[in-house]
């Protein structure tokens, strides 16, 4: 079993349609969680940062972590076509980063 | 701020020849790099980590004599990509972090290597 699983998709919406992405973990040592989106040909940005169960906002981007459930979650209200791009979830154990396999995400005009 | 550079952004060379890339922290101390290797709609794959100062760690797999990591100083760090072979095509991409437990990393921009 991977330490962290990420449903590669495709995943395809319409514009302004409410954004789900989510991954799962097995290893609870994790402690910091990120997410990161990666346009076509370019490096990971980072979008969300968080270290503590609940959500986040900020903008457009919801990033949720349930640690007892070992599940987060990235939710993108109001999608726009520039939010299509592969979304990657991180964890972090120590010094050590773990890497979902990411989500393609194409938002349709 | 956390911003993280690579030069060059793409290059082609010839079979055999060696490859530099370069990767600066721009507006942060890095005391830990990471290369990485991506393929084509495939996820990241990560090469090594180095920590300034000192001899990197390779992941299993990842031939260190072929790969060449340099973290001479706490903005830049080079892989080498030495007598390169047209296998060894690929988006390489650097990131960065200051080594703190509650850090993560920053990514550069990926460099795109074509070997002829």
């Known amino acids: 079993q991977k330490e962290v699983e990420q449903d590669p998709g495709p995943l395809s919406v319409p514009e302004g349609a409410i954004v789900s992405l989510n991954c799962t973990y097995s290893n609870s040592a994790f402690q910091y969680f990120m997410w990161y989106r990666q346009y076509s040909r370019k490096g990971p940005e980072l979008l969300m940062y968080?270290?503590?169960?609940g959500n986040k906002e900020d903008g457009r981007f919801t990033a949720q972590v349930d640690k007892s459930s070992k599940y987060i979650s990235l939710f993108i209200r109001d999608s726009q076509p520039s939010d299509s791009a592969t979304y990657l979830c991180a964890m972090k154990a120590g010094n050590q980063f773990y890497f979902g396999t990411g989500t393609s995400l194409t938002v349709i005009p | 701020g956390a911003v993280v550079s690579q030069h060059p952004s793409w290059v082609i060379c010839k079979s055999g020849t060696s490859v530099k890339i370069e990767c600066r922290s721009l507006d942060f101390q890095a005391t830990t790099m990471f290369w990485y290797r991506q393929f084509p709609k495939q996820s990241l794959m990560l090469m090594a980590t180095?920590?300034?100062?000192?001899?990197?760690?390779?992941e299993q797999g990842v031939e260190k004599d072929k790969f060449l990591i340099n973290h001479a100083s706490l903005t830049l760090s080079t892989l080498t990509v030495t007598s390169a072979h047209p296998e060894d095509s690929s988006f390489y991409i650097c990131s960065a972090g200051t080594g703190a437990v509650t850090d993560t990393q920053y990514f550069g921009p990926g460099t795109r290597l074509t070997v002829l």
């Open positions: 968080t270290y503590s169960s």
């Open positions: 180095s920590n300034e100062g000192s001899k990197a760690t390779y």
